[in-house]
């Protein structure tokens, strides 16, 4: 069993900046190859993929409305993943979770994903 624990959100103006963190406990990064993904929900809206990196090659994707933006790593001697989130917009307002599947490979659709965390927001402002 993985538990996931997400951190780091807030309030920041349009174009600033913050960091999530989230970190996985029952299993080792070092030692297991994983999929860790963030994914968001707005209100009134589904969940929808951010991004992902695998814990094994640090192997990144990123979803359009993020890409160039948004920055996805991995410290495997923490065991915890990030996302930098830069040139904040007020659309990227949303609960962010994390999630983990126990493969080395990823795939975007959150029904793929066997643990998840309990979400942290993020408000922008405009």
């Known amino acids: 069993q993985v538990q996931l624990v997400e951190s780091g959100g807030g309030l920041a103006q349009a174009g600033g900046s913050l960091r999530l963190s989230c970190t996985a406990s029952?299993?080792?990064?070092?030692?297991?190859?994983?999929?860790m993904a963030w994914f968001r929900q707005a209100p009134g809206k589904e969940r929808e993929f951010v991004a992902t990196?695998?814990?094994?090659?640090?192997?990144?994707d990123y979803a359009d409305s993020v890409k160039g933006r948004f920055t996805s790593s991995r410290d495997n001697a923490k065991n915890t993943v990030y996302l930098q989130l830069n040139s904040l917009r007020y659309e990227d307002t949303a609960v962010y979770y994390c999630?983990?599947?126990?493969?080395?490979?990823?795939?975007?659709?959150?029904?793929?994903?066997?643990?998840w965390g309990q979400g942290t927001q993020v408000t922008v402002s405009s």
């Open positions: 999630a983990a599947r126990n493969t080395g490979w990823c795939s975007r659709s959150a029904d793929w994903f066997d643990y």
């Open positions: 029952g299993r080792t990064f070092s030692t297991y190859a994983m999929c």
């Open positions: 990196v695998t814990t094994s090659g640090g192997t990144t």
